[in-house]
């Protein structure tokens, strides 16, 4: 069996799948989400030892700090996945849910019921954590996936899918509800991409040149995960000692994150009280800084003049471009311009200020006086997330179980003929 053809026997199998788990019932979804955090905890060794296969080749092949900081399964990435396992089996099932409930002036109740989206392809880069968090979250809006991760991650992915087959056969779920591909050759993907007969919708998660290749070869529609550069904007009445903690968080806590701050913009009025401070914290923490002609003698020895490039750049690393701006309007506007629609902040003091940011900034999250890191599925109450789109269509933001159904019309009549 050729690519081409195993690729369609998986879209077959999983279109059959999505009609079966399409009907299941919330306790045997409920089954399959508890049973595989039970196997992540009992089976840690045998997915420590498939990650260390993919890690070891990884540094081996070169691949940058940033990727393999993603690649790794530490204990801590486990335990997430084992509590995004529970916390999603906890979850109020929405398939089924019938919201706004209507009536007709001719007696006819009209509404919406949520529905899956059918079978969901993933491709995504490095993390194998993702395939836990997209095949439960899948699962628990009742859709059929199929996981096509990056090849540097194949070992971690299979042995991941392998405790997931066995979840939803201990809880008479179909195996094929969640699929990964047996290959690492790049034709699945361009493969997988013309299977708009069995895929419903395809949601590329990484780097910009995988979503851009995505978007140009899917024949079904595409969520976008797109890149993320993130900006901060402190404000004239920013708090400066707070603003050191803001800043040092959403750029330090997880530089590689795609919720990583990569671009501080300082209002003229607060520089000189601000950016000195700011070098001297984070500095000998080993951020560097790329910096307008205003802002370079400000930050000290590690800063370097920025070039135009560094103005919407996605470092995913220690680097921040630091930008001078006249006021609001100026850094509204810069964001505009440069900003990826993924997430925003504002640190002021003055609410009006605070309001119209939020009013008038386009991203997916825009947030007043807190940090960038929290666009995250588990921050914002969604559990587990299956990433952040940064299209406006289907969904905005992260996508938990609810951005995974659709809705439906259903109509109640009492035998009422349209006249």
Not at 72 to 83: C, D, G, N, R
């Amino acid at each position: 069996m050729d690519i081409r053809e195993q690729m369609v026997a998986m879209g077959k199998r999983a279109k059959v799948a999505a009609r079966q788990l399409a009907k299941a019932s919330g306790a045997d979804k409920q089954k399959a989400l508890q049973a595989l955090a039970d196997l992540l905890e009992t089976n840690a060794q045998t997915i420590a030892e498939a990650n260390r296969k993919d890690v070891d080749a990884a540094v081996e092949r070169g691949l940058d700090a940033a990727k393999v900081q993603r690649l790794t399964i530490t204990e801590k990435v486990l335990a997430s996945m084992v509590q995004g396992c529970r916390e999603v089996a906890a979850m109020s099932d929405p398939v089924g849910e019938i919201e706004s409930m209507k009536k007709r002036p001719n007696g006819m109740l009209v509404g919406r019921m949520r529905v899956p989206l059918g079978v969901v392809a993933m491709i995504y880069e490095s993390r194998p954590n993702a395939t836990v968090d997209a095949g439960i979250l899948c699962l628990k809006a009742g859709n059929a996936t199929i996981l096509r991760g990056g090849s540097e991650a194949f070992h971690s992915n299979t042995a991941l899918a392998e405790l997931m087959h066995q979840a939803l056969e201990k809880a008479g779920l179909p195996r094929d509800a969640v699929q990964v591909p047996p290959t690492t050759a790049r034709e699945a993907v361009a493969e997988m991409l013309k299977l708009d007969e069995y895929i419903d919708v395809v949601i590329p998660r990484g780097g910009e040149g995988l979503i851009r290749a995505v978007t140009e070869q899917a024949s079904m529609p595409v969520l976008k995960h797109y890149k993320g550069v993130c900006h901060v904007f402190a404000d004239a009445s920013c708090d400066v000692a707070k603003t050191f903690d803001i800043v040092e968080n959403a750029k330090m806590q997880y530089p590689s994150g795609c919720n990583a701050l990569e671009c501080l913009l300082v209002h003229r009025d607060v520089a000189r009280s601000l950016l000195p401070g700011l070098g001297e914290r984070l500095g000998p923490k080993g951020v560097s800084f790329r910096a307008c002609p205003e802002s370079l003698p400000l930050l000290g020895e590690w800063a370097e003049p920025a070039a135009e490039q560094d103005w919407g750049m996605e470092y995913l690393s220690l680097t921040m471009a630091v930008k001078v701006v006249d006021g609001l309007d100026e850094a509204m506007d810069f964001i505009a311009e440069h900003g990826s629609n993924h997430t925003e902040a504002i640190l002021t003091e003055d609410h009006s200020r605070a309001m119209q940011f939020i009013r008038e900034v386009d991203a997916s999250l825009v947030v007043a006086n807190a940090t960038t890191r929290f666009n995250d599925g588990g921050q914002l109450g969604l559990g587990a997330e299956i990433g952040i789109s940064t299209s406006k269509l289907h969904a905005y933001g992260p996508m938990g179980v609810r951005e995974l159904t659709s809705a439906k019309f259903v109509l109640v009549g009492d035998w009422q003929v349209r006249e």
